[in-house]
């Protein structure tokens, strides 16, 4: 097999275009075919000389990320807190400050505040729901990652679904509907979308891998269980030579909402005070290992340790099952997401044996792997 990101990805299998992408003269898609979803990629518009304006957007209840470009130009990795609501439930302190912490964009001619820490939302609270995407608080983001790329039009957005959401066409048609055609983003400014390919949310990291070169034989010849631990939920899927095993997905809400529920829990009982998990969010995403708690700062890793292996803990339980049903030997762990690092010694722990892949970014691999695909 060609070691080509561009000619890869990673099927000789006939294209069924109705699944798939039709994008020019190229097929680019997942295509259901004898029960596997094969990710094809015959060729790109980079690959064909053509300048196309991409962007990868991974909408997150935590993160936001961009990553914007062309070919020629290569990927700039953008990434904003994920927390959205409208500018009325914002503190008029933080409006009116010289640096607001946010985006201002527009939802349904409404005024919203996007891209910033939740806990700058009073009275708003954020809805962990499978309906997410077709959520005003999405639309927000999706508008606040529209005004980063900077640009007046976009040929092509690539963004993705869990793969139990994917699978489902209408809501996947339905998604491509919401996110393609003009935007309007500011009461003054329209940014027109022109192209929406939405992917199953693993494919994104599973192409960032790809593009990065490392343990192809075990991506062209084995099997790559790809975990994907975000706020809300902790997805998982596993490939054979690219092709999806559809069975094989699953979901576990064990997330690091999860985590930052029980360590926030055990906090209030040693220091009495409730950090919340909006502080406690905010702190991993700092990377700082204390928060101020009572006038305190407080060392909440072993916290955060507690709680991760506990969560984690679940989520491999029901993986593990999952995978012993279908007689799925992986060959790979492909662990990526904003809870790569909380889950990483748990996981390490449930396959002691197997080589596990935490890329460079794991909080902004999806975002990459759908850019490359879309250029």
């Given at each position: ?6 000619a ?10 109705e ?7 190229c097929?680019v898609?997942v ?7 094969s990710i094809?990629a015959?060729c790109?518009a980079?690959?064909?000389g053509?300048?196309?304006v991409?962007a990868?957007?991974?909408?997150g ?13 290569g ?21 009116q400050?010289?640096?607001t912490?946010y985006l ?6 409404n005024?919203?505040?996007?891209a910033?820490d939740?806990?700058?939302c009073q ?11 077709f959520?005003?608080p999405y639309l ?9 790329t900077?640009e007046?039009y976009?040929?092509r957005?690539?963004?993705?679904l869990p ?7 209408t809501?996947?048609?339905?998604l491509?509907e919401r996110?393609?055609?003009k ?5 003054d400014?329209?940014?027109e979308v022109?192209?929406?390919?939405v ?9 960032d ?5 490392l343990h192809?034989d075990?991506?062209e ?5 790809v975990i994907?631990?975000g ?5 998982w ?14 979901t576990s809400?064990e997330?690091?909402s999860?985590?930052?529920e ?5 906090l209030?009982?040693d220091?009495?005070?409730n ?6 969010e905010?702190a991993?995403?700092?990377q700082r ?8 700062q407080i ?7 507690n709680?991760a292996?506990?969560?984690a803990?679940q989520?491999?339980k029901l ?6 049903s279908l ?6 762990i ?5 809870g790569?690092?909380?889950?990483y010694?748990?996981i390490?722990?449930?396959f002691p ?9 794991p ?6 792997g ?6």
């Open positions: 097999m060609a070691r080509d990101f561009n890869l990805i990673v099927t000789s299998r006939p294209v069924d275009t699944n798939g992408f039709r994008i020019g003269k097929t898609g295509a259901a075919v004898h029960r596997p979803v094809h015959k790109t980079g690959a064909l053509v300048t196309m991409t990868g957007i991974d909408i209840y935590s993160n936001l990320k961009v990553v914007i470009g062309n070919f020629s130009t990927p700039r990795v953008m990434i904003r807190p994920g927390g959205a609501c409208p500018l009325e439930s914002v503190a008029q302190a933080i409006q400050g010289r640096n912490p201002g964009v527009t939802v349904r001619d005024p919203w505040a996007a910033m939740p806990e700058h009275h708003w609270e954020r809805e962990l729901t499978p309906d997410f995407p959520s005003d927000a983001l999706y508008h606040a990652a529209l005004l980063q900077g007046p976009l040929d957005v690539v963004t993705g793969v139990s959401q994917y699978l489902n066409t809501l996947r048609k339905s491509i996110l393609q055609g935007h309007r983003v500011q009461e400014r329209v940014i022109r192209e929406v390919i992917l199953p949310q693993p494919v994104g990291a599973y192409l891998l790809v593009r990065s070169g192809l075990l991506i010849q084995g099997r790559v269980v994907d631990p706020f809300f939920s902790v997805d899927v596993a490939l054979e030579r690219g092709a999806i095993r559809q069975s094989s997905s699953g809400l997330a690091v999860r985590v930052l029980l360590a926030a829990a055990d209030a009982q220091t009495k005070v950090p919340g998990i909006d502080r406690l905010r991993l995403r700092e290992n204390r928060a101020l708690l009572g006038g305190q060392d909440i890793r072993p916290a955060i340790g709680a292996a506990t969560a803990a989520a491999i993986l593990q099952r999952n995978m012993r007689d799925i030997q992986a060959d790979l492909l662990l990526t997401g904003g790569a690092t909380l889950f010694p748990a390490r722990e449930a044996n197997l080589t596990i892949h935490v890329p460079i970014d909080v902004a691999a999806n975002a990459i759908f850019w490359y695909l879309g250029v």
